[in-house]
């Protein structure tokens, strides 16, 4: 399953907050993060996704919740079933760095994704065309 685990300071309320939708078309396909869920403790977070790959659509969530000793893991959330397809692994990659890249002294304790760069002071809507630029 892919997932990416982080240690160190997560703070999931304010990633929620500052929280912006995550769009990536890449040689044809779509890959969509954008309604963002809190759990009443604010120890969890669903964030609705979508990935489109040859025409073929794969709703799914993406589970971020916070671990016991701090941190945080990103993984497609258990409830749902979408084929652990490139574009699913993908997003969740993307998730995790955008969740990273919100929480200074936090690094990647664990994955099997490999994650993208998120630039310093990205945290704007993220829109970005692989075929023609950003």
Do not use: C, W
């Not at 000793?69 to 699913?88: F, I």
Request: glycine letters at 10%.
């Amino acid at each position: 399953m892919p997932h990416v685990v982080l240690e160190g300071s997560v703070d999931l309320r304010r990633y929620a907050e500052e929280f912006q939708p995550i769009l990536i078309r890449q040689s044809g396909d779509i890959l969509r993060a954008d309604g963002l869920y809190v759990e009443r403790e604010g120890r969890a977070l669903l964030i609705e996704a979508l990935v489109v790959e040859a025409g073929r659509k794969l709703p799914f969530y993406i589970l971020v919740s916070a671990n016991d000793r701090g941190g945080a893991t990103v993984r497609v959330d258990p409830m749902t079933h979408p084929e652990r397809s490139a574009g699913v692994k993908d997003l969740v990659a993307h998730v995790g760095a955008d969740l990273l890249a919100h929480s200074p002294g936090a690094q990647v304790k664990v994955t099997n994704l490999v994650l993208p760069s998120v630039p310093a002071g990205t945290r704007g809507s993220r829109s970005r065309d692989e075929e023609g630029g950003e």
